[in-house]
């Protein structure tokens, strides 16, 4: 089997693979005014994405994330969920949702093949929650993740974008929250998007000054698997769950990078903050476009770039994180 290894030796076993760029939050960092539908060609089908991930696993990818958007959004997703799930060389199916119709879904997705879950949940506050993503339904989504903890996933995992003066004083409350739960929160670092700016910069907080504040605490960094993402991840003897610390602003962050991106409409982001993509959807409409779809990645991966240009100001393409699924 060929592998996927870049002009700088990193390997990539770990696609990202958005689903729509359609979310039905107004998060403040992301989509405040909602998502407003473009008119351009729609989102890829559920053939289109079995053959395309047919691709990347024969080119060693064995973790696959299914992001938004909203994914959930897919009327189609059970079927997504089995189709790529089935594909050989595939361990790992993980799906990133903002969780309000988890209670509803949840246990079809996990029968459908799906391993890991990722939940966005900003703040422990329900009126905080509803500030920051627009909707109250910080009670469906709670619900959720506590049904998800009894399914016998491989893992589940919660979001939070670290925001000064919304969110970045919650430490504590996540804290007594992790005690008793066997589940991970991962603070993200806010990163500059092509229309953010102003938010950016009255809301950014760097997130070496919560990995100090774990530090002082007690806990502990623990080492990086292989296929796992972008978060530095933390331990304490006192605390069942995790804390995951994503900060896309420090030193050497894309050294470990070992993930790719396809768009909803199928363009190959070689980096979230990349300026161009690279067209895949013409190789996807035919079980003979295999081989070709096989050799397009493999090629351009060596256009893959060391780092990010975030510390220059420099967002690429990425106007916001829903168009690309972060």
């Keep these: 089997m060929q592998t996927l290894v870049d002009g700088f ?11 729509t760029e359609a979310c039905n939050y107004r998060c403040s960092y992301c989509l405040p005014d909602g998502y407003q539908a473009d008119g351009r ?47 050989p060389g595939i361990r790992k199916v993980a799906i990133t949702t903002n969780g309000c119709l988890l209670p509803r879904h949840i246990r079809t997705w996990r ?20 500030a920051i993503t627009g909707h109250d339904r910080f009670a469906e989504v709670t619900e959720g993740v506590e049904i998800a903890l009894g399914l016998g996933f491989d ?13 970045d004083d919650e430490l504590p409350a996540w804290c007594d929250y992790l005690r008793e739960r066997d589940v991970a929160i991962r603070f993200i670092e806010l990163m500059r998007t092509g229309d953010n700016r102003a938010y950016f910069e009255r809301h950014h907080v760097r997130a070496e ?16 698997a292989p296929d796992a993402g972008p978060a530095r991840e933390y331990t304490h003897p006192d605390y069942r769950g995790r804390i995951g610390v994503i900060a896309p602003y420090s030193k050497d962050f894309c050294a470990g990078c070992n993930r790719l991106r396809v768009t909803a409409r199928g363009d190959l982001r070689l980096c979230l903050f990349g300026d ?3 067209a895949l ?5 035919s079980d ?27 967002t690429g393409i990425t106007p916001h994180l829903a168009s690309i699924g972060g």
């Design 111 to 130: 029968e459908a093949g799906l391993t890991a879950l990722n939940v966005s949940l900003d703040s422990l506050d329900p009126q905080r929650f509803h």
């Design 41 to 87: 060609p729609k989102f890829l089908a559920l053939d289109e994405i079995e053959r395309l991930v047919r691709g990347f696993a024969a080119l060693g990818m064995s973790k696959l994330r299914l992001t938004g958007g909203e994914p959930s959004l897919r009327k189609d997703l059970p079927s997504i969920i089995a189709a790529v799930s089935a594909v």
């Design 155 to 167: 893992s589940v995992k919660l979001n939070a974008v670290l925001l000064r003066g919304l969110n």
């Design 209 to 224: 000054t919560l990995e100090q504040q774990l530090l002082i605490a007690g806990w502990s960094l623990r080492p990086r």
């Design 288 to 314: 003979a476009d295999h081989d070709g779809l096989v050799a397009r990645i493999a090629t351009q991966l060596g256009l893959k770039a060391a780092g990010h240009g975030l510390h220059q100001g420099q």
């Design 9 to 19: 030796g990193r390997a990539f076993p770990y696609l990202r693979l958005s689903l």
């Design 276 to 278: 161009f993509g690279i």
């Design 281 to 285: 959807r013409p190789l996807l409409q």
